[in-house]
């Protein structure tokens, strides 16, 4: 495991080296099988976690078994802040969707950390801003964008935090049956499964088995304005 990454993380963004190696130190590594789940909507939170390697998909669940997934989060990226802040249940349930490895830290740890730096705090906000930001666009692209145009926007979101450059494009290993994918969209299995035959027809992308080659980024683009 990189510990680069997890400093990287808001939660280190104020600290000094010798006050990240504390926190880091203070810091419980917990290693997820895909499939596994971190932690399930109505649990107590008690800490919040930094994934260092693999994916994680964060989703609520409806009473018939249906899902919303909500995020695909990877390396540096904080998840389960929320509850610690605020006394209520988890609102969500977190499940790898790859072999991960995460660091989690207690909410008496993270007061102690806030407590000595204030600062920390701030970035903090931020990280879960930007998020409330991002959750925002979904929102307002569930109204005014088609799905063919959710698709397009999911897989270059995907592609600038996952992907990897080769010879033919950017290759996107993003771990997602077609069922989860589509669950991040919002819109039907089939729906979206069309969007992207479509997508296929049209040369812009390759599917791979839980991944996707984007052949064709800047069309990509137009199609998900």
Do not use: C
């Not at 995020?71 to 540096?76: D, E, H, R, Y």
């Not at 006394?87 to 790859?98: C, G, I, K, L, S």
């Not at 964008?145 to 990897?164: E, M, Y």
């Amino acid at each position: 495991m990189d510990e680069n990454i997890v400093r990287s993380a808001p939660l280190f963004a104020a600290l000094d080296d010798d006050a990240k190696a504390a926190v880091l130190a203070s810091m419980q590594q917990e290693d997820y099988h895909r499939g596994a789940v971190l932690f399930r909507e109505g649990d107590p939170g008690d800490r919040l976690y930094i994934i260092a390697s693999g994916k994680v998909k964060v989703g609520h669940a409806s009473g018939d078994g249906r899902e919303n997934l909500l995020a695909v989060l990877g390396p540096g990226e904080t998840l389960g802040e929320l509850s610690l802040f605020d006394p209520a249940p988890r609102n969500a349930t977190a499940t790898a969707v790859a072999e991960s490895t995460v660091y989690g830290l207690s909410q008496q740890d993270l007061y102690r950390v806030l407590a000595q730096r204030p600062e920390v705090a701030r970035h903090l906000l931020a990280s879960l801003a930007r998020r409330l930001r991002k959750t925002n666009e979904s929102l307002a692209d569930l109204v005014f964008a088609d799905v063919p145009g959710r698709v397009a926007k999911n897989l270059l979101d995907l592609a600038q935090r996952f992907g990897r450059p080769t010879e033919d494009g950017v290759m996107v290993s993003h771990g997602l049956t077609q069922e989860e994918l589509a669950q991040l969209v919002g819109a039907s299995r089939e729906t979206v499964n069309k969007a992207l035959a479509d997508f296929v027809g049209r040369k812009w992308i390759r599917l791979e088995a839980r991944a996707v080659l984007l052949l064709d980024i800047e069309r990509l683009r137009r199609r998900a304005r």
